[in-house]
């Protein structure tokens, strides 16, 4: 009956709270990258870092992160910089040792219908992130966010992160409209990626702010400390000024 109120590590995501702003590098490539830009993301505001360790890729001979080191250097820069930390988590048997240092877990776009690790997860207790399906309508998303809830865990951050539409000029179709909407059928608090969804940077920051104006409870950015130079999604992701501004 009242709307949830998510602490991650001290940052607190819920429906008319201050909205929170998750940043950092797609993906954990090195110590120094992600301490680079743990360093930029806090002096800039963000609350949260993100950053992937394991990283499913559409192509197999893509980026596919460093696995647990990467969950390692992440960690660190986490603690070095004060700020919590989330990062995806793929497979059950991840699970363990990724909740042991990780304030929030993700569950990816791809997976949200991975009904067993959805319980797992549910079982673990600690806060999830969980992004909507590429091809998910919200009754689906709603009930995979169910499957975490049935097994006692109620940290659920819900994240829109854009669906795939006929229309091919961005990447997916970022879909704000699900923000007012879940506001109204869920206690689950709504943030939004931008990022992933749009593909380019220079759409970012305006689809940003659009997400605070329909009332999301963060957004979630990608900020590397050299996009040209990136593995994983430099196209969408801003530089450390361009995040600053």
Same mark, same amino acid.
């Given at each position: 009956p009242?709307?949830?109120?998510?602490d991650?590590?001290g &940052?607190?995501v819920?429906w008319g709270?201050?909205?929170? &702003?998750?940043?950092?590098?797609c993906?954990?490539e090195?110590?120094?990258? $992600?301490?680079?830009? #743990?360093?930029?993301?806090?002096?800039?505001?963000? /609350?949260?870092l993100r950053?992937g360790a394991?990283k499913p890729?559409?192509g !197999?001979?893509?980026?596919?992160?460093?696995g647990?080191?990467g969950?390692?250097y992440? #960690?660190?820069?986490?603690?070095?910089?004060?700020?919590p930390?989330?990062?995806?988590v793929?497979?059950?048997d991840?699970?363990? %040792?990724?909740?042991? &240092?990780?304030?929030?877990?993700?569950?990816?776009a791809r997976?949200?219908?991975?009904?067993?690790?959805?319980k797992?997860?549910?079982?673990?207790?600690?806060? &999830?992130l969980?992004?909507?399906?590429?091809?998910?309508t919200?009754?689906?998303?709603?009930?995979?966010?169910?499957?975490?809830?049935?097994?006692?865990?109620?940290?659920?951050?819900?994240?829109e992160?854009g669906i795939?539409?006929?229309?091919?000029?961005?990447?997916n179709?970022?879909?704000?409209?699900?923000? %007012?909407?879940?506001?109204?059928v869920?206690h689950?608090? $709504?943030?939004?990626?931008?990022?992933h969804a749009?593909?380019?940077r220079?759409?970012?920051t305006?689809m940003?702010? /659009? /997400?605070?104006?329909?009332?999301?409870?963060? $957004?979630?950015?990608?900020?590397?400390?050299?996009?040209?130079?990136?593995?994983?999604?430099?196209? !969408?992701?801003?530089?450390p000024?361009?995040?600053?501004?």
């Amino acid at each position: 009956p009242a709307d949830s109120a998510i602490d991650v590590g001290g &940052v607190v995501v819920g429906w008319g709270l201050e909205p929170v &702003v998750i940043a950092g590098p797609c993906a954990v490539e090195s110590r120094e990258q $992600v301490l680079a830009a #743990a360093q930029a993301v806090k002096a800039a505001g963000a /609350a949260i870092l993100r950053g992937g360790a394991f990283k499913p890729r559409t192509g !197999p001979h893509a980026f596919q992160g460093l696995g647990y080191e990467g969950l390692e250097y992440l #960690a660190e820069a986490g603690q070095a910089v004060g700020l919590p930390i989330v990062t995806e988590v793929m497979r059950i048997d991840q699970l363990e %040792p990724v909740a042991a &240092v990780a304030d929030c877990l993700q569950i990816g776009a791809r997976n949200m219908q991975n009904f067993d690790l959805l319980k797992e997860v549910g079982r673990v207790g600690k806060p &999830v992130l969980l992004k909507r399906g590429i091809s998910a309508t919200l009754e689906e998303f709603l009930a995979a966010a169910e499957y975490v809830l049935l097994e006692g865990n109620d940290r659920v951050i819900l994240c829109e992160r854009g669906i795939r539409t006929f229309e091919r000029a961005l990447r997916n179709t970022l879909d704000l409209g699900v923000v %007012p909407f879940l506001r109204q059928v869920t206690h689950l608090p $709504v943030i939004v990626d931008p990022s992933h969804a749009l593909g380019r940077r220079d759409l970012v920051t305006p689809m940003a702010k /659009a /997400a605070v104006v329909v009332g999301a409870t963060g $957004v979630m950015v990608a900020v590397p400390p050299d996009p040209a130079r990136a593995l994983c999604d430099g196209p !969408p992701s801003l530089d450390p000024s361009r995040f600053t501004r």
